[in-house]
């Protein structure tokens, strides 16, 4: 079936510096992809979405890449954070706003001191 | 505004129980939908509710159920329990639904099944 999957379990990075994350998915027909993160405790939060039409977004201290060749998606994160410190995962939007979706396990992202 | 608030956070229940857990969405928010998320396999749709009916649906086994109430607020009930039913379950809300980027989550119930 179509799945939406991360590349790598753990990302551990020192404040100050950047961070990528990435995401391999599937459905070459989805309408949009998007980014969440998820502190411990806590619900998924919305970060930053992008339409399938683009190859680029930013936002703040986030950018978002699509690579549509090879199905590919990356976050980047500028300047990493403490705060920053969380689970990413990335989801896709079918066409037919179908919500039989399923999300990769995450990438735990670590931020060290 | 207030978020979603799910209840309760944390569940204990024995092989073989039930259990029921509970969303109240964001005000004015008439679509719920319902998530379980474990470490293996992330983050699974399992039903979305909209003005009281079950619009759609995902692949779990009939021993998942829910509903919507007249105030949007949903339940989630899960029969028979096994041990591999042992996860975050999370709701989301959005207006009318039939869009990702427009859900809110809400913080989740850790069920754990002895």
């Known amino acids: 079936g179509e799945s939406v999957g991360l590349h790598l379990p753990t990302l551990s990075v020192q404040e100050g510096d950047n961070s990528i994350i990435n995401c391999a998915y599937s459905?070459?027909?989805?309408?949009?992809f998007i980014w969440y993160k998820q502190e411990s405790g806590k619900g998924p939060q919305f970060i930053i979405d992008?339409?399938?039409?683009?190859d680029k977004r930013q936002g703040q201290r986030v950018t978002v890449l699509l690579n549509k060749t090879v199905k590919h998606l990356s976050l980047q994160i500028a300047a990493t954070q403490p705060g920053d410190s969380a689970v990413y995962f990335c989801?896709?939007?079918?066409?037919?706003?179908?919500?039989?979706?399923?999300f990769g396990a995450g990438t735990t992202v670590t931020v060290r001191a | 505004k207030a978020g979603v608030t799910q209840t309760p956070r944390y569940l204990i229940k024995t092989r073989g129980q039930q259990v029921t857990l509970s969303c109240s969405p964001i005000s004015g928010h008439r679509s719920v939908s319902w998530y379980q998320q474990t470490p293996g396999q992330g983050l699974q749709f399992l039903f979305e509710y909209f003005s009281e009916t079950q619009r759609n649906k995902g692949n779990f086994p009939g021993r998942f159920s829910g509903r919507q109430f007249s105030n949007s607020r949903s339940e989630m009930n899960v029969s028979t329990l096994e041990l591999g039913d042992s996860a975050l379950y999370l709701c989301?809300?959005?207006?009318?639904?039939?869009?990702?980027?427009?859900?809110?989550f809400g913080p989740g119930t850790r069920l754990t099944v002895t």
């Open positions: 989801a896709e939007n079918p066409p037919s706003n179908d919500y039989k979706l399923s």
């Open positions: 459905n070459s027909a989805s309408d949009y």
């Open positions: 992008i339409r399938s039409n683009m």
């Open positions: 989301a809300s959005s207006l009318i639904g039939g869009s990702l980027r427009e859900q809110y």
